[in-house]
């Protein structure tokens, strides 16, 4: 592309920036702004900062890619709210009948998003994401790296859904 080319497109992406619906990471943006709620805790083990860790890895992870403006109150084009509803450690490896070798953190969110600007792509939808960790760890000793993993791919798996239409 020429230095014409590149003039022309930077005169070009003002306007149709203007038209509300841009992309970024394969995302459709039809709105300005979003509220993302606080998610609520309704697994039966309840880890304290959880709520507020997940709602922070979704609101970073669609704030960050699609450039919405965060909100509250119920005019944002865009809102999400949801829950965790479960919180769970199993065994998911294991050498004999008595002896665990691996472990496994299961969380699940149950999401509810409406798009103020195209009502078919509203949904809920529960979404579940695992890490498997080394029976010789504790939980305790893990599961903040566990938590971070596990967020990172809810978050992805959300926005997804949301705005790629995954």
Not at 47 to 70: E, F, H, N, Y
Not at 100 to 105: E, G, P, Q, S, V
Not at 128 to 147: G, K
Request: hydrophobic share 40%; proline share 2%; with cysteine.
């Amino acid at each position: 592309m020429g230095l014409k080319g590149l003039l022309l497109s930077f005169l070009l992406l003002p306007m149709l920036a203007g038209c509300g619906v841009y992309s970024f990471s394969g995302a459709t943006i039809e709105g300005k702004n979003i509220n993302i709620h606080l998610l609520e805790n309704k697994a039966q083990n309840v880890v304290p900062s959880l709520a507020a860790t997940l709602t922070d890895k979704i609101r970073g992870r669609i704030l960050s890619q699609t450039g919405l403006a965060p909100v509250s109150g119920d005019d944002a084009d865009y809102d999400m709210s949801g829950s965790i509803t479960s919180y769970a450690v199993t065994v998911s490896g294991a050498q004999n009948v008595q002896t665990a070798t691996k472990n496994r953190l299961t969380l699940s969110l149950s999401v509810k998003f409406k798009n103020r600007k195209n009502e078919k792509a509203n949904f809920t939808q529960t979404f579940t994401r695992f890490s498997d960790f080394d029976a010789t760890q504790t939980l305790q000793n893990v599961e903040n790296a566990l938590i971070d993993d596990i967020g990172n791919q809810l978050a992805d798996d959300i926005f997804n859904k949301a705005f790629v239409n995954w």
